[in-house]
Every structure is written in structure tokens, then in C-alpha cells.
């Protein structure tokens, strides 16, 4: 098993996981290792041709995790076509990095995770930090073997969330935290500023969610905030413990799956899901409760 210097570097800002995040550094000293194989997954689908770090291959986050017919992820057959395109095996360390700050980097994560790919991590800083350190860029599209990768059955179980669930969540008063921009919570907004005002017909947010945008998880430079950083947003000010079963939610389960993974891995909380519905499928059903 790899051992990152990035363990180090996470265990100084005091995560729970920090075995789940790797930093530039980590990753510029492990472009040639088999072992490892590095994914770009963007919001800007055309960034990874315009040049990636050496050695990476892409994953579209529409066109690679999600069913062409029904609104679902791709099945396990096609998982494991995936991965074997992209020469990733069972025991292969994925990491993940991404614009945006790793926001579909994370979602990628989350999706892999549903499968249950042992190690995944993130970039810390992702591709901002990258660029900004100077460090390589190309556009020479990498070619491995294929893998043998196995089918594995897909648990939506503990990391996905579904609209029965966070009916049963209001019922019970549990925890939901919309990672949306205040503007969109407050339901002045369908989408973030400057996107197109579309998916939903309703605007608001589900009723007892609390509002803590995904961003605010993050440090000018793209990298994460430190556990201390995070305790007082999640916990100081939003309310949230460990020991709580939480549900967060964006637009359609991007942004909120960001949020998961500050709160499972960074954080350390074991009952965190992600309902990949969110606003796109709340704000449009009939008679679904809504507050503003």
C-alpha cells in the first residue's frame, strides 16, 4: 500500500481521515507509479483537453457515472467497464482532482465509493493549487492496459439518500443541511448566481434544512480548511454532532456530495448521506412542503 506524505501534511490540520486526502506534492512524486491512477472530473468538460496533469485520464461526471435513460448511476456491469477502460483495478489507488475546488472531484469520490473502491482520496487544492504551483500540464491523452476489474453491486445504502428518506428525516427532525448559496435556500434563486435560473419550478428549501454552503469548507487556495476551521462552521454555528444522522442536499447532489466528504472523512461522521435528488426533484414535486 502507498504510504502518502500527505498523511502527514493532513494529520497536522487534525482529520479524522486524512488518509483520504493526497497534496500536489504527493501526487507530482507519484505520476509513474502503477499503483496509482490519477482522475480529472470537472464542472468545464473541456478542461481536461485544454491539459491535465501528466498521467491523468477523465472522467465525465454525465457521461461516465450516469445512465443514459433513467435518471440513476451507471449499473455495476458498467462500473467495472469503466474502470477497466481506464486501467483501474480493485487494489489501484484513485485520486481524484478536479476544478471548482474538487467539486465533481468529490462527487466522482462519492459515486466510487458506492461501488465500494477501496481507496479513493482527493487532491487537496485540486486543480487551482496545481496550476497555481506551476506545476506540468499536458495534453497527451494517456493510454493503460485494461483491467480486470470485478463486478461489484452497487449499496446505495449508507452514502445515498432518497426522497423517502428525507420525508422520514422531517418526520423524525433529523438533521438536512442544504449546501446551496443563501440566495437559492432562500429561495430567490433556482440555481447560483450567474447559472441559468433552471430545474426546479419551486424555490426554497426543505423545510428545517440549515443552510451552510459547500464553499465555505474551503481556503483561498483550493485546499480544505483545517478540522478546527470545520468544527465551528459544522458544529459551532450549524449545530451538527458526530453522533447525528445527517442528509445534505444541493441542486441535483454535486455540491452536497463535497459537503459529504467533509463531513465523513475530514470531520469523522459515520451516518452521512447524500440526496442526489436535492432541489431538481424536491422543488418539483406535488405538494411537497416547502420553506422560504
Request: glycine share 8%.
Amino acid at each position: 500500500m502507498t504510504q502518502p506524505i500527505a498523511d502527514v501534511l493532513a494529520k497536522t490540520k487534525g482529520y479524522a481521515h486524512p488518509e483520504a486526502l493526497v497534496s500536489t506534492e504527493w501526487v507530482a512524486q507519484h505520476l509513474d507509479d502503477p499503483n496509482v491512477r490519477i482522475v480529472e472530473s470537472n464542472e468545464d468538460v473541456l478542461l481536461y483537453d485544454l491539459g491535465h496533469i501528466p498521467g491523468a485520464v477523465k472522467i465525465d461526471w454525465h457521461t461516465d457515472l450516469q445512465d443514459p435513460l433513467v435518471r440513476d448511476y451507471l449499473d455495476a456491469e458498467g462500473f467495472a467497464r469503466l474502470c477497466r477502460a481506464r486501467g483501474i483495478g480493485e487494489r489501484t489507488t484513485v485520486v481524484f482532482y478536479g476544478d471548482k475546488n474538487n467539486w465533481w472531484a468529490c462527487y466522482a469520490f462519492w459515486v466510487f465509493k458506492l461501488f465500494g473502491h477501496p481507496d479513493c482520496r482527493i487532491m487537496d487544492g485540486g486543480r487551482k493549487k496545481w496550476e497555481a504551483e506551476g506545476r506540468p500540464l499536458t495534453r497527451e491523452v494517456p493510454q493503460y492496459p485494461p483491467s480486470d476489474y470485478p463486478v461489484r453491486s452497487r449499496d446505495d445504502a449508507a452514502i445515498r439518500a432518497f426522497r423517502e428518506d428525507v420525508e422520514a428525516h422531517i418526520e423524525a427532525g433529523k438533521p438536512l443541511v442544504d449546501v446551496r448559496s443563501p440566495q437559492e435556500y432562500r429561495g430567490e434563486l433556482l440555481h447560483m448566481p450567474d447559472y441559468p435560473q433552471e430545474g426546479a419550478l419551486r424555490g426554497g428549501h426543505i423545510p428545517g434544512a440549515r443552510n451552510v454552503p459547500w464553499a465555505r469548507a474551503v481556503n483561498e487556495d483550493g485546499t480544505f480548511k483545517s478540522a478546527e476551521e470545520l468544527r465551528r462552521i459544522y458544529e459551532q454555528e450549524a449545530g451538527l454532532r458526530p453522533d447525528q444522522d445527517i442528509i445534505a442536499y444541493c441542486r441535483i447532489g454535486e455540491r452536497s456530495s463535497h459537503t459529504w466528504f467533509v463531513l465523513k472523512y475530514l470531520l469523522g461522521y459515520d451516518k452521512v448521506r447524500n440526496y442526489d435528488g436535492s432541489w431538481t426533484e424536491w422543488g418539483n414535486l406535488v405538494r411537497a412542503p416547502i420553506e422560504r
